[in-house]
């Protein structure tokens, strides 16, 4: 089992910038996998970025260019930022942590991003 913390989410203005941070507890030495989904209101749910245990990344194509995704680990828990640039209000949705453990998903509580003048 893997506990999942998000923050980082707000309010900023097209152009701005924000980070999200998920940090994973529990089973951490299993994780494979761990990343960015997001919901705008009335669209299913998609992929922002991920990155493997090894540190290999993937995005889709509206983020390329803009967001970077890291990760940061220690004994006690995972670390996955998401470094959010050159936001637009096409960005505006709720920010979902994933985390892949063998053929487990994980999923955070959601963290809301508006960005709006």
């Known amino acids: 089992q893997v506990q999942l913390s998000e923050s980082g989410g707000g309010l900023v203005q097209p152009g701005g910038s924000l980070r999200l941070s998920c940090a994973a507890t529990?089973?951490?030495?299993?994780?494979?996998?761990m990343g960015w989904y997001r919901q705008a209101p009335g669209e299913q749910r998609e992929l922002v970025a991920t990155i493997t245990k090894g540190g290999d990344t993937d995005y889709a194509d509206s983020v390329k260019g803009r967001f970077t995704i890291s990760q940061s680990r220690d004994n006690a828990k995972n670390t996955v930022h998401l470094q959010m640039n050159a936001l637009a209000p096409d960005d505006t949705a709720v920010y979902f942590c994933?985390?892949?453990?063998?053929?487990?998903?994980?999923w955070g509580q959601g963290t809301q991003v508006t960005v709006s003048s």
């Open positions: 529990g089973s951490i030495v299993s994780i494979s996998r």
């Open positions: 994933h985390v892949r453990l063998f053929s487990l998903s994980f």
